[in-house]
C-alpha cells in the first residue's frame, strides 16, 4: 500500500499542476484509479492519467515540457509515456472512454484533493473498461490477463 500512496500522492502533484499550467482537469486511470475508486489495492506500478486529445496531439509540445518542468523525461513516445526516478507516467485521451468502452466522459466525477482536481470512474465505468480491454488482443498479450483477473473482482464487488 506504500506503493500506491506515493503514487497517488505523485500523481496529486502533477494534477495540481495540469489544473494550474495548463487548465486540464485530468482523469485518473489504469490500476491506480481502479484502486482508489473501489477501495480494493490493485497493486498499481504507474500512474495512468487520460486528458483531452488536443494535448496529445496538437498541444504535445506544451504537456511535454510541463512533465520536463515537473523533471520527467519521455520514454516512450509512442505510449506517452515519462519517467521520474521511481515514477511512471503514461497518459492517453480522455475521448477514447465512449470509442473504446461506452463510457460516458461528461458524466465522470469530480474530486477535489490536496489542491487538486480530477475526474474519477465509477466502479460500472471500470467493468465497461476492463470487459473491452480483456477483449482487446494488444492489451490481453501486453498484460498477460491482469485485466480478466481485475475483472472477475470488480464483478464481485456491489455496485454504488
Known amino acids: 500500500m506504500a ?4 503514487l497517488y500522492n505523485e500523481f ?27 477501495h480494493v489495492d490493485f497493486a498499481p506500478q504507474d500512474i495512468d492519467i487520460l486528458v ?7 498541444k504535445w509540445d506544451v504537456l511535454k515540457a510541463v512533465m520536463e518542468e515537473l523533471g520527467y523525461l519521455l520514454i516512450d513516445m509512442d505510449e506517452h509515456e515519462f519517467r521520474k526516478e521511481d515514477n511512471k ?8 472512454l465512449k470509442g473504446f468502452a461506452g ?6 466525477t469530480l474530486v477535489e484533493e490536496e489542491g487538486a482536481n480530477y475526474y474519477s470512474l465509477s466502479l460500472a ?3 465497461k473498461v476492463y470487459q473491452r480491454s480483456s477483449q482487446d488482443g494488444y492489451r490481453r ?11 472477475k473482482i470488480l464483478c464481485q464487488l456491489p455496485l454504488e
Open 103 to 108: 463510457v460516458d466522459d461528461q458524466a465522470l
Open 125 to 127: 465505468d471500470y467493468i
Open 52 to 58: 483531452p486529445l488536443l494535448f496529445l496531439e496538437e
Open 12 to 38: 496529486l502533484a502533477v494534477a495540481t499542476f495540469l489544473n494550474r499550467r495548463l487548465t486540464i482537469t485530468p482523469v485518473l486511470y489504469g490500476s491506480l484509479g481502479l484502486t482508489k475508486a473501489t
Open 89 to 96: 507516467i503514461g497518459f492517453s485521451f480522455i475521448e477514447d
Open 141 to 151: 498479450t501486453k498484460n498477460d490477463q491482469k485485466d480478466l483477473e481485475k475483472l
Open 3 to 6: 506503493k500506491e500512496a506515493d
